[in-house]
């Protein structure tokens, strides 16, 4: 089992439709969550991150966390085409390394 | 406040060379990171210093090391190059206060 894991896509929506990505880890110790948003070519950017069970807001992003279910989420409103990456979930478990999934192809489609 | 800086952004190199790479953190951030990107096994974790000490290394063999100045600013060597070497290498920056760590722009290294 991978530590982080993380459906490769690519997840099509629409523009304007809700996106959801999902991801699921290992390590039951794990205190920090993060998302990552990857262009083409480029680094990844910080979009959010999470720390406690429930849910975190932040313009149209949404991350939830569920500890006991060991997974989080993002939630994206309102899905542009310029929304169009990969986007990475990012967990730093016991051993205090940040593990990371292999990405979730996002494409939304005008 | 400037942001991670990587150079160089673009390395060729041969089987058998050997190649170093430079990470520049935000002013004030201690801790870097590096990872490997590829596309088969995505981000892959290196190793971490803080304060000029590796803190944290995974799983990679000995033919990658690194260090860290008295700045901050770290670098990376790979010897005896191989061609999975190949691979978008990042570095990334964080501070004492958060775990939120920064990513530079990359050096993609290729190796023939």
């Known amino acids: 089992q991978k530590e982080v894991e993380q459906n490769s896509g690519p997840l099509s929506v629409p523009e304007g439709a809700i996106a959801s990505l999902n991801c699921t880890y290992s390590?039951?110790?794990?205190?920090?969550f993060f998302w990552y948003r990857q262009y083409s070519g480029k680094s990844p950017e910080l979009i959010m991150s999470?720390?406690?069970?429930g849910d975190k807001e932040d313009g149209r992003f949404t991350a939830q966390l569920n500890k006991a279910s060991q997974y989080v989420s993002l939630l994206i409103r309102d899905s542009q085409p310029s929304d169009s990456a990969t986007y990475l979930c990012?967990?730093?478990?016991?051993?205090?390394?940040?593990?990371f999934g292999t990405g979730t192809r996002l494409q939304v489609f005008p | 406040k400037a942001g991670v800086t990587q150079t160089p952004r673009y390395l060729i190199k041969t089987r058998g060379q050997q190649v170093t790479l430079s990470c520049s953190p935000i002013?004030?951030?201690?801790?870097v990171s590096w990872y490997q990107q590829t596309p088969g096994q995505g981000l892959q974790f290196l190793f971490e210093?803080?304060?000029?000490?590796?803190?944290n290394k995974g799983n990679f063999p000995g033919r990658f090391s690194g260090r860290q100045f008295s700045n901050s600013r770290s670098e990376m060597n790979v010897s005896t190059l191989e061609l999975g070497d190949s691979a978008l290498y990042l570095c990334?920056?964080?501070?004492?206060?958060?775990?939120?760590?920064?990513f530079g722009p990359g050096t993609r290294l290729l190796v023939l």
């Open positions: 999470i720390y406690s069970n």
């Open positions: 990012a967990v730093n478990g016991a051993t205090d390394k940040l593990i």
């Open positions: 002013s004030g951030h201690r801790s």
């Open positions: 390590d039951r110790g794990s205190q920090s």
């Open positions: 990334a920056s964080s501070s004492v206060a958060e775990e939120t760590q920064y």
């Open positions: 210093y803080f304060s000029e000490t590796q803190r």
